[in-house]
DNA sequence: TCTGGGGTCCTAGGACCC
DNA sequence: TCTGGGGTCCTAGGACCC
């Protein structure tokens, strides 16, 4: 192997954050519920072993989760946030080509190393993320990103292997794959998965002896390419550019549903405020803005529940105001009485840099110096002070749509008055 | 009663151009 | 009856990821 790619992947990352900062959660089993409380997004592992599925809605699990006694919190954002950044700038340390591919995963490149040293390297990793910031991970090195996703999950679900796995040998990895469900691997979702099985291909390595034209045929290039990755040719690379992204989008349900039209109004002009700010975060500007109202769907099943509308800004721009405008008026046109909205999303489309802009010489609309300044200072406020210091009268106040978070823990790292205290 | 919030890439098909 | 051949751009929708 002279090429190798390891992927290092924090072990039930939501859960060991909250644990890195509240000890009597230590050994006891966790769930961290979705944003608004609704669903179980992480487990940890004893809780895991209790039986507790992923995505559960918590009404669900709550009969299960009252006979174990297993500890409930909100997810914690700003928590989780802040110590991804402390485990990838410690990987950093270790290796100069990462991909941080996931709020707690990132692909690294070792080239050059020989076979033996791989082990000792993630041995290395694992020490050190767990020293410099009490993050528990696992490491999984192989020929291709594909192959390296399987080892890491094999070292996680492998006490024996101390949480490090090299898929080495041509040996080895047929081992490996004939013991991984098809399902397990990185790109075959439920709906390929279930094709697959009808063809009677169960486990990666079915997948891997299929002829290429039937792959390409049933599951497109991207099929192919995570075959012939679980062939050992590796097709996808590491990227450590963080481009610009190309859509952003912002949007919450509802912590109860939402009938008026100012309400609705509200919300969606902070879905506006948040998807702005993180548009000029990355110094760019949207040519188009589009709002969607959802009601429920499971209320009325197979009929109509979201309602959108799309905007194109002859002018893009990242200014608040401008964007809040318009986002009111597609509620506006949006909104009927009578409908239960849940949630709503507020998407921004067309990003380009700031600096590409085309200027309108014949338009005040464009977004020029004096917006990009009272822009700036309206972001170093909210930063210096916290969110929401300074906002857009149209957010409203009272705001009774807001998310439950019953259970949240404090934004330990992010906030001065929310920082642990040693007794 | 109660069901997350972000993203990516690929393809097909239509509009439009020369 | 016969009815070009190529290209681009955009959108919607479907698949996937964490």
Not at 223 to 247: A, M, N, Q, Y
Not at 360 to 372: H, I, M, P, T
Not at 384 to 397: E, L, P, Q
Request: contains cysteine; charged residues 25%; glycine residues 6%.
């Amino acid at each position: 192997m002279s090429t190798a790619y390891a992927l290092i992947d924090c072990n039930n990352f939501y859960a060991s954050c909250e644990r890195v900062f509240d000890p009597t959660l230590k050994n006891r089993p966790l769930v961290i519920l979705s944003n608004n409380d609704g669903c179980v997004i992480a487990r940890s592992g004893e809780a895991k072993e209790l039986g507790i599925p992923m995505g559960i809605p918590e009404f669900k699990a709550r009969p299960l989760i009252k006979k174990h006694n297993i500890a409930v919190r909100s997810s914690n954002y700003a928590l989780y946030g802040d110590m991804s950044n402390r485990v990838m700038e410690t990987l950093r340390s270790l290796t100069p080509n990462l991909e941080v591919y996931s709020i707690d995963e990132a692909f690294a490149e070792l080239s050059n190393r020989l076979t033996g040293s791989f082990w000792d390297y993630g041995v290395e990793i694992r020490e050190r993320v767990l020293q410099w910031t009490g993050m528990p991970v696992s490491v999984g090195v192989a020929p291709t990103k594909t192959l390296a996703k399987i080892a890491n999950e094999y070292a996680k679900s492998t006490p024996e292997r101390e949480g490090v796995m090299v898929l080495g040998s041509n040996q080895v990895i047929e081992k490996v794959l004939r013991q991984t469900p098809v399902d397990d691997v990185w790109g075959i979702g439920r709906n390929y998965s279930k094709t697959l099985r009808e063809h009677g291909i169960e486990t990666a390595f079915d997948l891997r002896n299929q002829p290429d034209s039937w792959v390409r045929k049933t599951m497109k290039v991207t099929g192919l390419r995570t075959v012939w990755e679980l062939r050992g040719r590796s097709c996808l690379e590491i990227d450590e550019t963080t481009e610009p992204r190309k859509g952003i989008l912002s949007s919450r349900s509802f912590g109860k549903t939402v009938t008026d039209c100012r309400h609705l109004k509200e919300a969606v002009a902070s879905f506006t405020e948040r998807a702005a700010e993180k548009l000029r975060a990355q110094y760019c500007v949207a040519s188009n803005i589009s709002v969607v109202l959802v009601t429920s769907k499971y209320q009325n099943p197979g009929s109509k529940y979201k309602f959108g509308l799309e905007i194109h800004l002859p002018n893009p721009t990242a200014n608040t105001p401008r964007l809040t405008k318009i986002s009111g008026m597609c509620v506006e046109q949006l909104f009927e009485p009578g409908r239960h909205y849940k949630k709503a999303w507020v998407m921004l489309t067309g990003i380009i840099p700031q600096q590409e802009v085309q200027r309108d010489l014949f338009s005040e609309s464009s977004y020029d110096n004096k917006d990009y300044s009272l822009m700036e200072s309206l972001d170093a406020i909210n930063q210096k002070f916290g969110k929401r210091t300074m906002m857009t009268a149209g957010s409203g106040i009272d705001q009774p749509w807001q998310m439950k978070q019953q259970f949240l823990s404090r934004r330990y790292t992010t906030r001065w008055d929310e920082l642990p205290e040693v007794r």
